[in-house]
């Protein structure tokens, strides 16, 4: 060993620790955390898509990784998950509630890995959807990968909107409908007071209901 340079056999405290604990370690893995984050010089376009696109890919598959994790979680940890996990995670509530939804949709068989949104947000506004909804998203190729969050949003309100007509479709049509037996039941009521009309008003009745 004389000659050599004694901080390339340094062994770090972190690293010393793992290997007391019989861990294996990686001796190549700190100076891949850096190299991983660096980036080379590309010389064309489709380099450039290319590497973006690899990058944006490992991405999507951590969040969907990170879900799974919130799930299993939250089945081993039941009864501490809220009070002592959610708080430490470096996002809040609703965002571990989006992860967890889209994972689950996933390993349940309602969306592919392979038609997974790159962002969770969108993918959350695909898992979501009703049933017969998702079939309609899957008709109009809004269960993509490069699917936009505002494609999502904008199906979803036409959806809405298309709901809300229906609804004043059917008030209206039931307006029609009470306004006619109101028409037929005020008829009929002067038809019986034309023929019992002076044993109605002897009794009392018609003057009380006539005011």
Same mark, same amino acid.
């Not at 799974?68 to 470096?90: D, G, M, N, S, W």
């Not at 996002?91 to 571990?96: H, R």
């Not at 959807?129 to 008709?139: G, N, V, Y």
């Given at each position: ?15 010393s620790v ?41 991405a999507q ?30 996002? #809040?509530?609703?965002? &571990?509630?989006?992860?967890r939804a ?5 390993? *349940?068989?309602? @969306? /592919?890995?392979? !038609? ?69 039941? #005020?008829?009929?009521? &002067? ?10 008003? *002897?009794?009392? @009745? /018609?003057?009380? !209901?006539?005011?």
């Open positions: 060993m004389t000659g050599q340079d004694p901080k390339r056999w340094a062994v770090s405290k972190t690293r793992a290997l007391s604990r019989g861990a294996i370690v990686d001796v190549e893995t700190e100076r891949y955390q850096v190299l991983s984050n660096s980036i080379r010089d590309l010389t064309s376009e489709v380099e450039v898509v290319e590497e973006i696109g690899k990058l944006w890919k490992e598959e951590k969040f969907l990784a990170i879900g799974r994790y919130l799930v299993r979680a939250k089945e081993r940890f039941h009864r501490t998950f809220e009070a002592t996990i959610l708080p430490q995670l470096p996002f #809040g509530k609703g965002v &571990a509630y989006q992860l889209v994972a689950m949709a996933v390993d *349940e068989g309602l @969306l /592919l890995e392979e !038609e997974l949104p790159n962002s969770y947000a969108t993918a959350y506004q695909l898992v979501t959807l009703p049933a017969d909804h998702m079939q309609l998203a899957r008709k109009e190729n809004l269960v993509r990968r490069d699917v936009l969050r505002r494609e999502v949003e904008a199906f979803k309100a036409r959806l809405r909107l298309g709901s809300d007509s229906d609804k004043e479709a059917r008030l209206l049509q039931e307006w029609r409908h009470l306004r006619s037996e109101m028409t037929r039941m #005020g008829n009929r009521l &002067a038809e019986i007071e034309g023929e019992i009309g002076p044993k109605l008003r *002897e009794s009392g @009745l /018609l003057g009380r !209901e006539g005011g």
